[in-house]
Structure formats: structure tokens, C-alpha cells
């Protein structure tokens, strides 16, 4: 009940194109959503995050559509560009705790 | 303001021998978090600090991982007699309190066993 389950594990999209990744969880306690982007030789960085309080959250180019009901979150990334090739980590927590539960990632190539 | 920070960035190390992995916090964030990251895999928890007590531990994978913390500062991972199997990323990340919601991570540390 715990895990987060994300897809696909790998993700190849032309330049201008839209990338989408989802998640799904089983915890309804979870009420804390971020996506992290990861560079190689990097660390994970917020990209961008929503509570279930909203169905759609949008920064810039991104935005995270959220389905209570169905238990599921997606990234969208408008417009992809070839610098947004990145592992992409979805993850869960409840509010007040500290423990994060992530997915297993999503390796992103944006073909220029 | 400065991030949170790893050394050493890369690390080889021959079988059996221990390392010590650094992680310096944003200053004044006072929950930290080490964790693991095998090549093309994703984040395995380690531990959990909040202050310098470890309510957490339970991700260690043997008794020859530890981990201390200084305060609510810099912390070290200490992996003694390491085994091939080690070499991965090690990651450090903190977030400013224990209720807080958004965690920051550091560049990392290579570990590379040989």
C-alpha cells in the first residue's frame, strides 16, 4: 500500500512533442505529490508539486494532472525539448510525516 | 542561498575497506535524509535525521552502515568493509522541518568499489 507505481520506464519523444508520465498510489493518507528532475551526474531537483486539493497544478511548460478517485497523477510536458532529457521521479508523502515514497523513474529523451 | 553540499563528489575504494560520505544541509534545515541510488535505479531510504537523533534507521541495508549527525548540521555515512554491491550514488537531501513538505538533494556522492 505503500508504493508508488510510475510508467513507462522509458519515454522517447520528438522535439515539440508532449510527454507524459504517470503515477499511481494506494494510500488515500497520501495528500502530497512532487515530481523531481533529474540530470545525469546530478542530484534529483523539485520541479514541480501539487496537493489533491486541485485537479491540475501548471508551471510553464509543465503541469501535473491530479485524479483523486482514481488514485493517479500524471506529468505533462508541453513543447518537450531536447534539455528536458532527464529521469523524471514522481513521489507521495502525507503531510506532517517525513517519509517520501518514490517511483522508479522515468528515463525522458527529447529527440532534437 | 548555498545548497546542500557532498563530498567527496567521487569515490574508489578497493573491497573491504570503510568510507566516510559527508553531506553538509541548507543551513537551518533541520531534517536530513541519506539515500541510495543503484546505476538506472531509482531512490532507496536510508535514514532519517531530525536534529541529530535517527528516528528512522530502517533502511540501512547491514550493520555496516552508519550514519551520525552533528547538530542540525553536517552528518556523515560511514559504510565499513565495503562489498562490491555498494557502489552506487549516495544521496543526501534535507528539508527544513519535520513536517515540511519540499526536501532538496545534493550533487551526490559516486561510490565506485573495486
Known amino acids: 500500500q505503500q508504493q508508488v507505481k510510475q510508467s513507462p520506464q522509458s519515454l522517447i519523444v520528438q522535439k515539440g512533442g508532449i510527454s507524459i508520465i504517470n503515477c499511481a498510489y494506494e494510500?488515500?493518507?497520501?495528500?502530497?505529490f512532487p515530481w523531481y528532475q533529474q540530470f545525469p551526474g546530478k542530484g534529483p531537483a523539485l520541479l514541480i508539486a501539487?496537493?489533491?486539493?486541485?485537479s491540475e497544478k501548471k508551471e510553464g511548460r509543465f503541469t501535473i494532472s491530479f485524479n483523486k478517485s482514481a488514485k493517479q497523477f500524471s506529468l505533462h510536458i508541453m513543447d518537450s525539448q531536447p534539455g528536458d532529457s532527464a529521469t523524471y521521479f514522481c513521489?507521495?508523502?502525507?503531510?506532517?510525516?517525513?517519509?517520501?515514497?518514490f517511483g522508479t523513474g522515468t528515463r525522458l529523451k527529447v529527440l532534437a | 542561498g548555498a545548497g546542500v553540499s557532498q563530498s567527496p563528489s567521487n569515490k574508489v575504494t578497493e573491497k573491504g575497506k570503510d568510507v566516510e560520505l559527508r553531506c553538509d544541509p541548507i543551513?537551518?534545515?533541520?531534517?536530513l535524509y541519506w539515500y541510495r541510488q543503484r546505476l538506472g535505479q531509482g531512490l532507496e531510504f536510508l535514514i532519517y535525521?531530525?536534529?541529530?537523533?535517527?528516528?528512522?534507521k530502517s533502511g540501512l541495508p547491514s550493520d555496516r552502515f552508519s550514519a551520525e549527525r552533528t547538530g542540525e548540521s553536517v552528518s556523515t555515512l560511514t559504510i565499513q568493509r565495503t562489498q562490491q554491491e555498494d557502489s552506487a550514488v549516495y544521496l543526501c537531501?534535507?528539508?527544513?522541518?519535520?513536517?515540511?513538505?519540499?526536501?532538496?538533494f545534493g550533487p551526490g556522492t559516486r561510490l565506485t568499489v573495486t
Open positions: 501539487i496537493r489533491p486539493d486541485v
Open positions: 537531501a534535507s528539508k527544513l522541518t519535520y513536517a515540511g513538505d519540499e526536501q532538496y
Open positions: 494510500n488515500t493518507a497520501f495528500d502530497y
Open positions: 535525521f531530525q536534529g541529530n537523533s535517527a528516528p528512522d
Open positions: 513521489a507521495a508523502k502525507t503531510s506532517g510525516t517525513y517519509k517520501y515514497i
Open positions: 543551513s537551518g534545515h533541520t531534517a
